[in-house]
């Protein structure tokens, strides 16, 4: 490579390894190195044999020339059957407003696609990830080129995929603030996460998937984070009792709301109320100083 040593001294150096490309060689029965827990990751298949494993998927297999969608979040295993040779695309969110458009106007017109869906990988995407190859392998990663070659990449999904083969790849990412929406407008409403799931139309593990990629953690720790705020709002009333809480949020034993006071504030109902009553006094005591 012509002038190595600038290039080598280049500010814009990839420095996270769980974001952009990547080329990966990985033994049979061993480990590919990505973050599914804060990323997005496109695994194209070059060569070998991968099972993936989810609760409600017992095996999807992706062999040479496949390409699938792990979504950020998606709880898996995966076994690597044979030896194989990856190129692995991770995001964290599409850069360009175009591509994001392009993703959330495929509609719902197939929403029969089960998590973890592969498409193959034919010209000119096998092209792309040879020269994808050749770069790194001759040390040039650049922040730019990962973003130049990202543009790449979904223009050639555009322009040689049909929508398809597209929405079978990246339905569990399709219409992110449409769901979002919908866990804001029914989450007070249910009573636990299978209920919020049939809401949205979908399957346990993918709805599970989906919660974790737009809300950054489980749905069952999101509703009790949200229910715990109410609560603690709702504590600061001087006349409430213990009862009226457990009422108002659906609490069907004594033992059941101890334990969530508990597992959320560190203390009993009892005390919870006691202290956001003490808070309160405090905060318009400060208030009426002149």
């Not at 814009?12 to 990985?26: C, L, Q, S």
């Not at 991968?50 to 390409?67: A, M, P, W």
Request: aromatic share 12%; hydrophobic share 40%; with cysteine.
């Amino acid at each position: 490579m012509n002038y190595e040593n600038e290039f080598l001294s280049c500010n814009n150096e990839m420095t996270d390894e769980f974001f952009g490309f990547k080329h990966i060689k990985v033994n049979a029965e061993g480990t590919i190195n990505f973050n599914s827990e804060k990323n997005h990751n496109l695994l194209f298949l070059l060569d070998g044999n991968i099972h993936f494993h989810t609760v409600e998927v017992v095996t999807r297999k992706l062999s040479s020339n496949g390409v699938i969608l792990i979504p950020k979040g998606c709880v898996f295993s995966y076994e690597v059957r044979q030896d194989s040779e990856l190129m692995l695309f991770s995001f964290k969110m599409l850069r360009s407003v175009c591509d994001k458009l392009f993703i959330q106007q495929m509609g719902n017109d197939f929403d029969d696609f089960e998590p973890l869906s592969s498409i193959p990988i034919r010209y000119p995407l096998d092209n792309f990830l040879s020269g994808m190859i050749f770069y790194l392998r001759e040390g040039l990663n650049c922040e730019h080129l990962h973003e130049i070659k990202e543009k790449e990449l979904f223009l050639i999904f555009r322009a040689f995929y049909s929508r398809k083969e597209l929405t079978k790849l990246f339905h569990e990412i399709v219409g992110e603030s449409d769901f979002r929406s919908l866990i804001m407008h029914n989450y007070m409403n249910v009573k636990n996460v299978g209920e919020l799931a049939s809401l949205a139309n979908m399957g346990r593990t993918t709805f599970d998937c989906k919660f974790k990629s737009v809300f950054g953690t489980s749905a069952r720790q999101w509703m009790l984070n949200q229910i715990a705020r109410h609560v603690k709002i709702k504590a600061m009333d001087p006349d409430i009792t213990i009862s009226d809480l457990m009422e108002e949020f659906n609490f069907n034993s004594a033992t059941h709301f101890n334990w969530f006071c508990k597992r959320q504030f560190h203390c009993t109902p009892l005390e919870l109320i006691r202290s956001c009553r003490r808070s309160l006094k405090q905060d318009k005591g400060r208030k009426s100083k002149p």
